[in-house]
C-alpha cells in the first residue's frame, strides 16, 4: 500500500470521528423538549464531551506509545459507533451526556495521536503537510456531521435520522481500512507509566492554546446554544446549516494560512473573529438568520481556517520531539474554551436572557484577544519568521 493511501486512509478515519462528535447538532433542542429541559441543561450536556477530554489529554498523552497509533484510532472509530447508537435508541438529554462523554475520550485519543501518526506514516520531517492532511480532515468532519443531520431532517424529520445510519457505517468501513495500516509506535515505551504523560507546554503551545481557546468558545457558542436561540424565532431546522458553516467552510481559509507565518495567521484570525461575533450576536437577537449565516462564515474562516491551521503548524514545530505531547497540550486549552464558557452562556441565558448572555460573552472575547495581542512578545523570535510551505 502506498504512503498516499496511508495518508487517505487516516485522513478518512479523522473525518470520521469528528463527523461523529457534532451530528446529533440540529436535534439538541428535541432532545431538551423529551426531557423538557432549558438552555442550561443542554450546554451542561453538550460540554460533557470535556469530561471526556480533559482526563484523557491530561494524563494519556503517552497512550499511543504504549499499545500503538493504530489501535489508539481504532478505540476512537469504535467510540463513536457506540455514542452514535446511543442517541438513535434514547434521544433524550440525559444519554446526550453520556454520548458526548464518549465522544470526548474518543476525541481526545484521537488528537493526541493524529498528527504525530500521520507525520510517521508520510515518513518525512515535513511537518506542515502532516499538519494539513489533519486540520483539513478534522475541520470537515466537524462541520459535515450536523450539515447531514440537517439534510436528513428536510427530507423527513426523526429522531433517528438517516445521518446517524451513514455515520456508522462509515465508521465501520474506516474499521477496516485503518485495520491494514502499518503500525509505528507499538514497542516504542513498554511501561505503564510511560502511558501516563502529562501534555507538553512551552510558550507557544500557550500562546497558540489561547487563541484557539477562545475560537473555539464561540464555535462551541454556535453549536450549543444558537440552536435554541433559532428556535424561539421558528428557525431551529437552520441549525445544522449555521453550524456547519462555522465549521468546514474554515477549510476554503487554511490554503492562505498555509503561507502565512503561524503567528500572523492566528492574530488574523482574532481580528476577524470580534466582528464576525458581533454580527453573530446581533443576528442572533433580531431573528436576522443571513446575518447568523454569514456570522457563522466569517467565524469559520477565523476559528478553523486561520488560527487552528496556524496554531496547530506553530505548536508541532516548537515542540521538538514532543510533538503529541505538545498537541494534547494545545487540544486541552482548545476543549476548555469549548466548554466552560459554553457553559457559563448557558447559565446566563436562562437566568437573565440571551441578550445578557451575548453582551458577556463579547466581553469575554474581547478580553481574551487583547491578552493574546499584549502577550505575543512571549514567542520565540524565529517563530515569527519562519513561513509554513
Not at 31 to 54: E, R
Not at 320 to 347: D, H, K
Request: glycine content about 10%.
Amino acid at each position: 500500500m502506498s504512503t498516499q493511501k496511508y495518508n487517505k486512509y487516516l485522513a478518512f478515519a479523522l473525518c470520521v470521528i469528528t463527523t461523529s462528535v457534532n451530528i446529533q447538532g440540529p436535534l439538541y433542542a428535541i432532545y431538551a423538549k423529551n426531557d423538557g429541559y432549558g438552555v442550561l441543561a443542554t450546554t451542561v450536556a453538550f460540554s460533557f464531551y470535556v469530561l471526556g477530554v480533559i482526563p484523557v489529554l491530561l494524563a494519556f498523552g503517552g497512550l499511543s506509545d504504549r499499545i500503538g497509533r493504530k489501535k489508539t484510532i481504532l478505540i476512537s472509530l469504535g467510540l463513536s459507533i457506540v455514542a452514535t447508537a446511543l442517541m438513535m435508541l434514547y434521544p433524550y438529554t440525559r444519554a446526550l451526556a453520556v454520548a458526548r462523554l464518549l465522544l470526548g475520550v474518543g476525541t481526545a485519543l484521537m488528537a493526541a495521536t493524529a498528527t504525530a501518526y500521520m507525520i510517521e506514516l508520510i515518513g518525512s520531517s515535513d511537518t506542515a503537510r502532516a499538519t494539513t492532511w489533519v486540520t483539513a480532515s478534522t475541520t470537515i468532519g466537524f462541520g459535515l456531521g450536523p450539515a447531514l443531520t440537517t439534510v436528513s431532517l428536510l427530507f423527513y424529520e426523526t429522531e433517528q435520522p438517516a445521518s446517524f445510519l451513514l455515520l456508522v457505517a462509515s465508521a465501520l468501513l474506516s474499521i477496516f481500512l485503518v485495520w491494514g495500516l502499518p503500525e509505528t509506535a507499538q514497542g516504542r515505551s513498554n511501561t505503564f507509566k510511560s502511558m501516563l504523560k502529562l501534555p507538553y507546554f512551552n510558550r507557544e503551545v500557550i500562546w497558540y492554546g489561547g487563541g484557539i481557546l477562545i475560537c473555539w468558545a464561540t464555535t462551541g457558542l454556535v453549536l450549543s446554544i444558537i440552536p435554541s436561540v433559532l428556535a424561539t424565532h421558528g428557525l431551529a431546522k437552520y441549525a445544522g446549516i449555521s453550524s456547519m458553516l462555522a465549521i468546514s467552510c474554515g477549510l476554503l481559509f487554511q490554503p492562505i494560512a498555509r503561507k502565512l507565518d503561524p503567528q500572523v495567521s492566528c492574530k488574523l484570525g482574532i481580528l476577524i473573529l470580534i466582528p464576525a461575533y458581533a454580527l453573530l450576536a446581533w443576528g442572533a437577537l433580531h431573528a436576522n438568520l443571513p446575518a447568523i449565516l454569514l456570522a457563522a462564515f466569517l467565524a469559520s474562516s477565523s476559528c478553523y481556517g486561520f488560527v487552528y491551521l496556524g496554531g496547530l503548524s506553530g505548536v508541532t514545530r516548537s515542540a521538538g520531539n514532543e510533538q503529541a505531547r505538545a498537541s494534547a497540550g494545545y487540544f486541552l486549552m482548545a476543549y476548555m474554551g469549548f466548554s466552560i464558557p459554553v457553559i457559563f452562556t448557558g447559565l446566563i441565558v436562562d437566568q437573565y436572557g440571551a441578550t445578557i448572555a451575548f453582551y458577556v460573552f463579547g466581553l469575554f472575547l474581547l478580553l481574551g484577544a487583547l491578552v493574546l495581542f499584549a502577550c505575543q512578545s512571549i514567542l520565540k523570535p524565529e517563530s515569527a519568521t519562519i513561513a509554513t510551505p
